[in-house]
């Protein structure tokens, strides 16, 4: 299938509104469909780590309404329910068990996706094709392929998409890249992306490393989709699926839609990616263990212009975060904090905190400021999804933002497993000459499921 270009896609749905006299494109419920008050309706997937804490921010919008939780897990779907009717006071919000029949419904406009990765694609890319705008948690997908085929859907379906990348819509995080991309730490030649090590006993399970029944509330058929089969092992399942190969991709993948986001937004790479990924040193557990995926882990990616990308968790030369130097300086941004090798970048982050945001516009400029380009400022990360909605334009991170983010990590991971650089088209998005490699873009699929070309 021919890829759609991402300009092409915002000048047709820029032109479909003008031509059937809208201003905007807007929700679903505008058109007669049945939506409480004329506001935004969505549902939300995945009652783990992420999807209670994305629902509490969508509760706190007055314009949106959230009517049906999907949860293959009755406990966590109970859970969800309680939270969502307990804050509307009533009991309105409905329960499902499949995504395909709450898909299927006509009266919703938006969706929240916050399951484990190897239910992305198949999920976005059922909410595309059922007209669903959605808010997805990082990283796009398992795989390159998968990210790949959710692109392609969300484009042929003209849907929004805003990705859980929610440090774009952080002051100290888009100053600093607006700092690099001013220039004001001359030629960018080095980016280092900090991420975290290790595993996490997230879910608390303590000991529970034997293979048993699965609880008779969770549909562990189902849980595992299109993933291989394998014995149900409490403690690799609910939040800590992230250590298992067949499920998640480890701290490296859960992490880079966060710092390699956030170091290509500085590098203006939102739409390339590298050209060479090399593994530099992993340690990796045998693929037979309960978490299997890399505890430490070191790659190198080149880039375009001489810029050398440094992905690391557990090395200590390598902060937590995101840091760009370049000739003049440097600049590292991370949770609740910002630094910088001169004096007179430390002050910008001071005058630019608490600019106004002008919603889907670059934050104002302040006198004669050194920043001169601005990059999109937002009022909060789920607010201007909500907005996008409405005005069909794109998110601050979109879905083809998403799938760039997250390629790096992919490709450092296949780097470690063939142990060998791998060489990357950032045009065609191919691995070049190496076979056994470019099987690794994809996987295949338990059936009944498909993964749609």
Same mark, same amino acid.
Request: charged share 25%.
């Given at each position: ?49 992420? !999807?209670?804490?994305?629902? $509490? ?8 309404? @959230? /009517?049906?939780?999907?949860? &293959?897990? %009755? ?88 990705? !859980?990348?929610?440090?774009? $819509? ?8 607006? @700092? /690099?991309?001013?220039?004001? &730490?001359? %030629?960018?030649t080095r980016v280092e992306v900090g991420l ?114 440094i992905i690391a968790g557990g090395h200590d ?52 400021d050194v920043i001169k380009h601005r990059l ?78």
């Amino acid at each position: 299938m021919k890829r759609v270009p991402y300009t092409s896609r915002r000048q047709f749905l820029a032109h479909s509104a003008a031509a059937i006299g809208f201003p905007t494109i807007v929700p679903a419920s505008v058109f007669g469909q049945n939506a409480p008050s004329n506001k935004i309706t969505m549902a939300v997937f995945g009652w783990g780590m992420m !999807g209670p804490s994305n629902t $509490s921010k969508f509760l706190q919008e007055p314009d949106c309404q @959230i /009517v049906a939780a999907c949860d &293959i897990d %009755k406990r966590n779907l109970e859970k969800a329910l309680g939270t969502i009717n307990g804050a509307y006071k009533n009991q309105d919000c409905k329960g499902y068990h499949d995504y395909r029949e709450l898909m299927a419904r006509k009266d919703i406009d938006t969706v929240m996706l916050a399951i484990p990765d190897n239910w992305h694609a198949l999920t976005s890319i059922e909410a595309a094709k059922n007209g669903k705008d959605i808010y997805g948690e990082k990283p796009l997908a398992r795989t390159i392929a998968e990210q790949q085929a959710i692109v392609r859907a969300v484009q042929k379906h003209n849907r929004i998409w805003q990705t !859980g990348s929610w440090q774009r $819509s952080e002051d100290n995080f888009r100053i600093g890249a607006e @700092i /690099v991309r001013n220039g004001l &730490i001359g %030629k960018l030649t080095r980016v280092e992306v900090g991420l975290p090590a290790g595993h996490n006993d997230f879910a608390k399970t303590g000991d529970k490393r034997s293979v048993t029944p699965p609880p008779a509330e969770l549909d562990y058929e189902m849980w595992i989709g299109p993933a291989a089969m394998q014995d149900y092992i409490e403690c690799r399942v609910h939040k800590n699926w992230r250590w298992d190969y067949n499920i998640g991709g480890g701290q490296l993948l859960d992490w880079i839609g966060h710092h390699c986001d956030i170091a290509h937004w500085g590098m203006d790479m939102d739409s390339s990616g590298p050209s060479l990924v090399k593994p530099l040193q992993v340690d990796m557990p045998p693929r037979t263990d309960i978490w299997n995926t890399a505890t430490k882990y070191r790659a190198e990616a080149t880039y375009a212009g001489d810029i050398t990308m440094i992905i690391a968790g557990g090395h200590d030369d390598i902060a937590m975060g995101t840091k760009w130097i370049g000739t003049d300086g440097w600049v590292h941004v991370n949770r609740g904090s910002y630094d910088a090798s001169k004096p007179e970048l430390k002050k910008i982050i001071k005058k630019r905190e608490g600019d106004k945001v002008v919603e889907g516009s670059a934050a104002p400029k302040l006198g004669d400021d050194v920043i001169k380009h601005r990059l999109y400022a937002t009022p909060g990360h789920h607010r201007n999804f909500l907005d996008c909605v409405k005005s069909r334009k794109p998110t601050v991170t979109p879905v083809e933002t998403a799938h760039r983010s997250a390629t790096p990590g992919h490709l450092a991971l296949i780097s470690f497993l063939v142990n060998r650089p791998i060489k990357w088209d950032p045009v065609k998005e191919e691995i070049i000459g190496d076979p056994e490699a470019s099987k690794l873009l994809t996987r295949e699929y338990r059936g009944p499921w498909k993964l749609e070309a």
